[in-house]
């Protein structure tokens, strides 16, 4: 009975310190779309044995060594080093370390902004698969600052817009839709910017 209770009271303080970590250290981390991103771990190679990584809850498979299918491995001790970076990638991810005979994972939060850049021709569609399930809002550059495109919730603000299957189109290109677009998660984080310049 009093070992349980010493059981009990052990996993509560795992789970304390747990969250106290998170939230405390969120590294930035900048990637072009199409290229690779690294999610620097900065931890001591020893005794390390186990490394999961999650992201909107769900834990994503890490290989070990790079040459494996998956698009996600770790490099030296602990890096994680993601290939071919697509705008879904954007956003929060929770990597937790773990090491023989000690029960405390290391924790590091990173964010992840994806860059891309695009040409348009005038009177073309633009289609960008930017409307992520952790996307909050979409917004634009102009002269007077940022204007919103879209939020979650709203939906597009002007019928030259549409929201369909998680993509952003712009009708018929204007050289007034020229600019910088961002992707913002409901924190107000950045998740993705991309340049838009047109050609005629
Ligand atoms: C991070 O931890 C330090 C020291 O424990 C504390 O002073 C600070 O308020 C924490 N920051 C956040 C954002 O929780
Ligand atoms: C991304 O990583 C792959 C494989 O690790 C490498 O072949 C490629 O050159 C890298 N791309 C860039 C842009 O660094
Ligand atoms: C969304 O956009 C991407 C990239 O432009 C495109 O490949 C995809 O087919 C689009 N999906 C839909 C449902 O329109
Ligand atoms: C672009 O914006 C300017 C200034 O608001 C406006 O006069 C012009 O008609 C717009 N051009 C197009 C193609 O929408």
Redesign the pocket.
Known sequence: MFRWLNLLLLFSFIKYSET?IV???SIHVTGQKGENATLPCDIEARDIFHVILTRLSKNIPVCETEDCSGRVFTKGSCDVFIKDLSFSDAGKYILRVRYTNTPKPQIREYHLQIHAGTSVKKGEDLELDVLLINADKVERSSSSGWTELWTRGHGVSSDRLTDRDGNLTINEFTVNDTGTYRVLDSEGEILITVTVWNTL
Do not use: E, S, V, Y
């Open positions: 106290t939230g405390n250290i």
